[in-house]
């Protein structure tokens, strides 16, 4: 096998260990909240410390790879990963859940993207679409085989041990980066930016945290308040240091590229769409339609099943259409097929969903693929490493306040129609405003140039594209 081929099949095994954990637990969300004594709901600060974690520890990921080396950072950054899945499997309540989360994020934060910069350094950016699906498709595995196994844990054994899985597959990464990854050190390593990681990492805990713990009786409401007004004063401080420091933690100069910046804004707005519906059809599959965790699992699973379908069909499309056309087009599909879920009763038909679920997967695989490889278009190698960890911090970010937003918007509707008990009609709400909000990426999109990526895509531009892009 090539090292083309080598190097993002390892990346994949990380990738697929964070996707299943993240799955799984999704579908045994209400087995977990009943047993340490706790509210479904409120289980979204388990789901969100853990991308708290990510978003606060990886902008360090790509100088901490290039002083200790890639592969170095790789194997502990597994190995932390595999003692936060411990905790988790022995946590008996809501706070040594969250916090157990947290240290799995503090693993994850520098697993994929140290990952992603061994994956920029050895494949050239023509060959970059085919690396993607590589790393891609077999990570897609975990969400494919996360919700009935997830589910059949839940139902027939115990929730523990869908965390205590991750032992086996984590081991086996260490061995596969300890035979096949190149221990990559930076040649010339740029001062640790320690101001500029204090402040971003007070920056988007504040704001993101604050914002989970909005409707949640975790903690006092003047006390949230005061972590997103601290988390928008520190990020702002970030921005004017970023702007005075020649090599900041997360270089904020990258916005300047059409590509990345569109990447990262579009990126973000439909990530923070879709991001809820992990964490919402679970939820309404088992409490609204009262499925059990393995039933809901099997029917969850489709969405992944769509989504490995789609693989093999992104180099054409982007080749054929390119990729301004197909990110702003299937923003918009990917959003209605969101949307779509709050046409979902305990009368429709479970095939339908299963159908419904899989064409959603389908659209979102392919917007996914798009926006990770776009965004490196014109990005240069010497900024490779700060890109990657900027792109990580977004894509988790966005994810973060989709399940904040879908489990605000139940809540919302809980309060307007003074219910006490969860109803399947409660999600209705949520679906619709998540899908909408997705589907607002278009807007960002279309202002990308028609020739944008076209030597990724291999994509010769159209007379039309040409005379597009000298009108614009």
Same mark, same amino acid.
């Given at each position: 096998?090539?090292?083309?081929?080598?190097?993002?099949?390892?990346?994949?095994?990380?990738?697929?260990?964070?996707?299943?954990?993240?799955?799984?637990?999704?579908?045994?969300?209400?087995?977990?909240?009943?047993?340490?004594?706790?509210?479904?709901?409120?289980?979204? $600060?388990?789901?969100?410390?853990?991308?708290?974690?990510?978003?606060?520890?990886? !902008?360090?990921?790509?100088?901490?790879?290039?002083?200790?080396? /890639?592969?170095?950072?790789?194997?502990?950054?597994?190995?932390?990963?595999?003692?936060?899945?411990?905790?988790?499997?022995?946590?008996?309540?809501?706070?040594?859940?969250? +916090?157990?989360?947290? %240290? &799995?994020?503090?693993?994850?934060?520098?697993?994929?993207?140290?990952?992603?910069?061994? %994956?920029?350094?050895?494949?050239?950016?023509?060959?970059?679409? =085919?690396?993607?699906?590589?790393?891609? #498709?077999?990570?897609?595995?975990?969400?494919?085989?996360?919700?009935?196994?997830?589910?059949?844990?839940?139902?027939?054994?115990?929730? &523990?041990?869908?965390?205590?899985?991750?032992?086996?597959?984590?081991?086996?990464?260490?061995?596969?980066?300890?035979?096949?990854?190149?221990?990559?050190?930076?040649?010339?390593?740029?001062? *640790?930016?320690?101001?500029?990681?204090?402040?971003?990492?007070?920056?988007?805990?504040?704001?993101?945290?604050?914002?989970?713990?909005?409707?949640?009786?975790?903690?006092?409401?003047?006390?949230?308040?005061?972590?997103?007004?601290?988390?928008?004063?520190? $990020?702002?401080?970030?921005?004017?240091?970023?702007?005075?420091?020649?090599?900041?933690?997360?270089?904020?100069?990258?916005?300047?590229?059409?590509?990345?910046?569109?990447?990262?804004?579009?990126?973000?707005? *439909?990530? /923070?769409?879709?991001?809820?519906?992990?964490?919402?059809?679970?939820?309404?599959? &088992?409490?609204?339609?009262?499925?059990?965790?393995?039933?809901?699992?099997?029917? #969850?699973?489709?969405?992944?099943?769509?989504?490995?379908?789609?693989?093999?069909?992104?180099?054409?499309?982007?080749?054929?259409?390119?990729?301004?056309?197909?990110?702003?087009?299937?923003?918009?599909?990917?959003?209605? *097929?969101?949307?779509?879920?709050?046409?979902? #009763?305990?009368?429709? !038909?479970?095939?339908?969903?299963?159908?419904? %679920?899989?064409?959603?997967?389908? *659209?979102?695989?392919? &917007?996914?693929?798009?926006?990770?490889?776009?965004?490196?278009?014109?990005?240069?190698?010497?900024?490779?490493?700060?890109?990657?960890?900027?792109?990580?911090?977004?894509?988790?970010? =966005?994810?973060?306040?989709?399940? +904040?937003?879908? =489990?605000?918007?139940?809540?919302?509707?809980?309060?307007?129609?003074?219910?006490? /008990?969860? /109803? +399947?009609?409660?999600?209705?709400? +949520?679906?619709?405003?998540?899908?909408?909000? =997705?589907?607002?990426?278009?807007?960002?999109?279309?202002?990308?140039? !028609?020739?944008?990526?076209?030597?990724?895509?291999?994509?010769? !531009?159209?007379?039309?594209?040409?005379?597009?892009?000298?009108?614009?």
């Amino acid at each position: 096998m090539t090292r083309e081929r080598i190097v993002p099949l390892i990346v994949a095994v990380a990738l697929f260990m964070e996707n299943m954990d993240s799955t799984i637990i999704a579908t045994a969300l209400p087995a977990i909240a009943a047993d340490i004594g706790t509210h479904p709901l409120a289980l979204k $600060l388990a789901i969100t410390s853990y991308l708290l974690a990510l978003a606060i520890f990886i !902008p360090a990921s790509g100088w901490i790879a290039d002083r200790f080396g /890639t592969r170095t950072v790789f194997r502990i950054a597994i190995a932390v990963f595999i003692c936060g899945s411990i905790a988790c499997a022995f946590s008996d309540s809501l706070s040594h859940f969250v +916090a157990a989360r947290f %240290l &799995q994020g503090m693993g994850g934060a520098m697993m994929t993207p140290v990952g992603r910069i061994v %994956l920029m350094r050895t494949i050239e950016k023509r060959a970059l679409i =085919a690396a993607m699906a590589w790393v891609t #498709t077999p990570a897609l595995i975990g969400p494919l085989i996360g919700p009935p196994i997830g589910g059949f844990i839940t139902t027939f054994f115990s929730w &523990q041990w869908i965390f205590l899985i991750n032992v086996p597959i984590g081991l086996l990464g260490i061995a596969l980066a300890t035979r096949y990854i190149e221990n990559f050190r930076a040649e010339k390593l740029d001062p *640790f930016d320690f101001t500029g990681m204090v402040l971003a990492g007070l920056g988007i805990g504040g704001l993101a945290f604050g914002m989970t713990t909005i409707g949640v009786d975790f903690l006092p409401t003047s006390f949230v308040i005061s972590l997103l007004i601290a988390g928008a004063i520190f $990020l702002s401080a970030y921005v004017a240091h970023a702007r005075r420091t020649p090599a900041p933690i997360l270089d904020i100069s990258l916005f300047s590229l059409p590509t990345f910046r569109a990447s990262l804004v579009g990126g973000t707005i *439909f990530r /923070t769409g879709v991001g809820a519906l992990p964490f919402l059809m679970p939820l309404l599959l &088992q409490i609204g339609f009262h499925m059990t965790p393995f039933e809901s699992g099997m029917v #969850t699973f489709s969405t992944a099943l769509g989504a490995m379908s789609m693989k093999a069909a992104v180099p054409f499309i982007l080749k054929r259409f390119g990729f301004r056309a197909t990110l702003a087009a299937n923003a918009v599909t990917g959003g209605l *097929f969101v949307a779509v879920c709050a046409t979902f #009763t305990p009368a429709t !038909p479970i095939l339908l969903i299963i159908v419904l %679920l899989a064409a959603g997967g389908f *659209f979102r695989s392919l &917007q996914f693929t798009s926006i990770n490889t776009i965004a490196y278009a014109d990005v240069d190698p010497a900024r490779m490493s700060r890109a990657t960890a900027i792109v990580s911090v977004g894509q988790q970010l =966005a994810i973060s306040m989709g399940v +904040a937003f879908g =489990a605000l918007a139940v809540e919302a509707t809980m309060w307007f129609k003074q219910g006490q /008990t969860l /109803t +399947a009609a409660d999600f209705q709400p +949520a679906f619709l405003f998540v899908g909408v909000f =997705a589907a607002l990426s278009s807007l960002v999109f279309l202002r990308l140039s !028609p020739e944008a990526g076209a030597e990724l895509a291999h994509r010769t !531009p159209t007379p039309t594209d040409t005379d597009d892009q000298r009108a614009g």
